[in-house]
């Protein structure tokens, strides 16, 4: 059974500073991944894909790698600000029409 | 397009009473799926459909849950009767294959 984990739960960064999520996953044959950023009391917003094909998407100061053998995700975020602060969810698909499987997401607080 | 759309956005109901929720999808898209998101369990698949036929519903609760997708733009989430812990925010997401799922502002549920 895919089990999909975020550490940390909870993040607290100084703005301006570059920082890194975390996300592992226990079986490596996925057919992609996907982040998403959750506002407080919103929907999720997509904001990477990355294929099982690929190693890294990148969208504005957003990069997401993608190690499969050893079932592990990083979002990268450059030069991070306040509106940056929000719930980051990594999820995995196993099948190209299967459900997905979301880990619990990291809480991120960018400090003014 | 205006995304994915649910309704109502916030619904406060009795104990015993029925609720209904409703999803209009992306148009185009042929996956849908139902979720619920609360503080203890965080984000829940509750079942999918795959053009319009229902794929997985593993994760219905129980009996008193059932969904519905008698048309590609449109499903309904009902919950007869609801329960106090049926408190939760409900999300319904699309997706077309590639499996980038996009998710609607959600519906607040609580079950006084």
């Known amino acids: 059974k895919q089990e999909v984990t975020q550490i940390p739960a909870a993040l607290s960064v100084p703005e301006g500073e570059n920082l890194v999520l975390n996300c592992s996953f226990t079986?490596?044959?996925?057919?992609?991944l996907q982040w998403f950023r959750q506002d407080p009391g919103k929907g999720l917003t997509s904001l990477l894909l990355?294929?099982?094909?690929?190693r890294e998407q990148t969208s504005g100061r957003l990069n997401a790698s993608l190690d499969k053998s050893s079932g592990r995700s990083t979002l990268y975020i450059a030069a991070s600000q306040p509106g940056d602060s929000a719930t980051y969810l990594c999820a995995v698909s196993m099948n190209r029409d299967d459900k997905i499987i979301f880990g619990k997401g990291t809480r991120l607080h960018i400090l003014p | 397009d205006a995304g994915v759309i649910q309704s109502p956005r916030h619904e406060v109901t009795e104990m015993g009473q029925e609720v209904t929720l409703r999803c209009k999808p992306i148009s185009g898209h042929n996956s849908l799926f139902w979720y619920r998101q609360t503080m203890m369990r965080g984000l829940e698949l509750l079942i999918y459909?795959?053009?319009?036929?229902?794929?997985?519903d593993s994760g219905m609760p129980e009996d008193r849950f059932s969904a519905k997708m008698p048309n590609a733009s449109f499903s309904t989430l009902k919950i007869q009767p609801s329960e106090p812990r049926d408190s939760a925010v409900y999300f319904c997401a699309s997706s077309f294959p590639l499996n980038e799922q996009f998710f609607g502002p959600g519906t607040r549920l609580t079950v006084l």
């Open positions: 459909f795959n053009n319009n036929v229902p794929i997985d």
């Open positions: 990355i294929q099982s094909s690929q």
């Open positions: 079986d490596s044959a996925i057919y992609n």
